[in-house]
């Protein structure tokens, strides 16, 4: 029989994984576990140290006698001194338990003895003078009396767990999520749905996927979520549970994009780019008074609401399955807390650029598995025309006339170019520039202006820093196709006889540029429409030598964009239209 005992324990030892065994003491010439894994003996507490090298502190978050601590340390500190305040905390905390239970006994809390607290790796001692940088090794065995803890060094860890506010069923609920030392793909994700039965509560699972869609049995009832952060290695941190605030909501019913979706419901080949171009308009524009009483007193005041329109934004973007989004009017939370947490669920990369002394600006999605990230060449074009000599015969031109030189320099209008390589074919670069121009209706010089400056920073990124690179400009042109605009965009150059330098005749002049641009969905009869105008002002433009039109695909009837009266509504979150096309390389 104690051969038999023997050879368990051996092997025993020999099937336990070394970072999980603890101190050990000799039978027979045999090492006996005294620590040994969780399914054998109950699961060790954690011990989570988080020590990056580039910072000098380390954290070392854990549970003692039921209370959350987290000790923030000097990683040149030797451990001797970690372990004896932990010993101190441990000390307090039951005394204070003591004191709780005898308030009449002031001397119980000095008769608390301090734990023995020691670190172990691979079953030694770690000396006390080693440094805490050192000493804390993934898989070492902290002893807090008779208290063991496993050493978690660096696991996976969510910095950042957020559910959004405002839930619609039939509507992506898509949590924000931020970690460390893993990746978003190789974490775990449990959805649960509030269950009522005789008045009380509680939970069943509903869904594994990292994004959920709520359905129309579901609104009343409120949704939890329990996220494992997990790395490549399949190692996986501590779970996150969060509940949301808010219950689910009814859904508004047919949107304005639904019948688009069903062109779009695949992502597409190596052979396509399917890229959108849409003004979602800036919560910061949106909850104005004029926006409420004379721009659209028609909407709806919930529909105006920045969590509802969220809501429809996500779905709508996450169904045109793009390769390339170029938004614009794009709050700067928006961006950081819901659309780029919703968007990179579905394998979109954004980046963002702010108007200078504004709150909204410039956002480029791209497809993450289609593209790599090659460079970034912003600018705000007001300061490059001042400070960049590339620019130097616009200023001297405009410096004729103050009143539009000022016109012009007083704007923030920026341009957001990103240069991306394909994945699968790395000669095949694409150059995605973004902008949204002047708005006023009489600029229409200041556009073109602002254009040409736009056009030259171009051209230098495609000659100088990525020859052969093939051109893709997206935005808000706040131009009609009868605009001067649009001709030296499509035609190559404007005459300085255009009506559109009305109101700067002192500093009119021809422009042109070296581009072959079209307007990849042609001249639609608006992209924009509200209750005092309509008219198209949005566009793709494409580099006719490396592009070809697969597809445009079709925007909303005229009756879907007016069944709420004009935009925006309960079934649309913008006053602008996306543009959405398939562009085949030649």
């Not at 923030?72 to 307090?92: C, F, M, P, T, Y």
């Not at 009343?220 to 997990?230: A, H, M, N, V, Y």
């Not at 689910?248 to 069903?262: I, K, M, N, Q, Y």
Request: charged share 25%.
């Amino acid at each position: 029989m104690f051969r038999n005992l023997a050879l368990n324990i051996r092997l025993l030892y020999k099937s336990a994984p070394a970072d999980l065994l603890g101190v050990s003491s000799s039978l027979w010439g045999t090492k006996w576990i005294t620590a040994v894994p969780s399914r054998f003996l109950g699961r060790m507490e954690r011990a989570v140290v988080r020590c990056v090298p580039s910072e000098s502190k380390l954290t070392i978050t854990f549970t003692l006698d039921g209370s959350h601590k987290q000790m923030l340390r000097d990683q040149s500190e030797q451990l001797g001194k970690a372990l004896a305040r932990i010993a101190n905390n441990a000390v307090k905390l039951k005394g204070h338990d003591k004191a709780k239970k005898s308030k009449k006994n002031k001397r119980d809390q000095a008769s608390v003895s301090e734990p023995v607290v020691r670190l172990y790796f691979k079953d030694d001692v770690v000396a006390e003078d080693a440094l805490n940088s050192a000493a804390w090794q993934d898989g070492a065995v902290l002893h807090v009396g008779d208290t063991k803890y496993k050493v978690e060094r660096n696991p996976p860890t969510f910095t950042d767990v957020e559910l959004p506010a405002s839930l619609l069923a039939g509507f992506p609920v898509c949590p924000k999520l931020e970690i460390e030392f893993g990746d978003l793909k190789d974490c775990t994700f449990q959805w649960f749905k509030e269950i009522r039965h005789n008045g009380e509560n509680s939970w069943v699972e509903a869904g594994h996927d990292r994004v959920f869609i709520p359905s129309n049995v579901d609104i009343g009832l409120k949704l939890k979520l329990k996220c494992t952060p997990g790395n490549k290695n399949h190692r996986y941190g501590v779970a996150r549970e969060l509940v949301t605030s808010g219950s689910v909501e009814a859904g508004p019913g047919t949107c304005t994009f639904d019948s688009r979706h069903l062109y779009t419901n695949r992502v597409t080949d190596e052979s396509t780019v399917r890229a959108v171009s849409y003004n979602i308009l800036a919560d910061i524009y949106a909850q104005t008074e004029l926006s409420k009483t004379v721009l659209y007193p028609y909407c709806a005041p919930y529909a105006l609401d920045i969590g509802y329109r969220q809501n429809l934004l996500k779905k709508e973007l996450a169904g045109y399955n793009a390769d390339i989004i170029c938004l614009q009017e794009v709050d700067k939370s928006v961006f950081t807390h819901s659309l780029s947490p919703a968007l990179d669920a579905f394998d979109l990369d954004g980046l963002y650029r702010i108007k200078d002394k504004q709150h909204e600006g410039l956002a480029t999605y791209f497809r993450r598995s289609r593209f790599t990230l090659l460079s970034q060449h912003d600018v705000t074009l007001s300061e490059a025309l001042l400070s960049d000599p590339l620019h130097r015969d616009l200023l001297e031109k405009m410096s004729l006339s103050p009143a539009v030189r000022d016109q012009v320099v007083q704007r923030s209008t920026t341009l957001q170019v990103t240069v991306l390589q394909c994945v699968k074919d790395p000669s095949r670069k694409l150059c995605v520039a973004n902008t949204h121009l002047y708005w006023h209706p009489k600029g229409g010089y200041v556009r073109l202006i602002q254009m040409a400056v736009a056009l030259r920073h171009i051209e230098r990124v495609l000659s100088e820093l990525h020859p052969g690179a093939t051109l893709l400009l997206l935005g808000d042109m706040n131009s009609t196709p009868s605009s001067g605009l649009y001709e030296l965009l499509t035609r190559g150059a404007v005459s300085e006889l255009h009506p559109d330098w009305s109101g700067a005749e002192e500093v009119c002049l021809a422009l042109s540029h070296s581009l072959t641009l079209s307007s990849a969905c042609g001249e639609p009869a608006y992209t924009n429409y509200v209750g005092g105008f309509h008219g198209c002002l949005d566009y793709v433009f494409m580099d006719t030598r490396a592009l070809a039109v697969e597809q445009v695909i079709p925007l909303p009837s005229h009756e879907e964009v007016t069944t709420h009266q004009a935009l925006p509504s309960v079934a649309h979150p913008s006053d602008h239209i996306a543009l959405v096309c398939d562009l085949r390389w030649k």
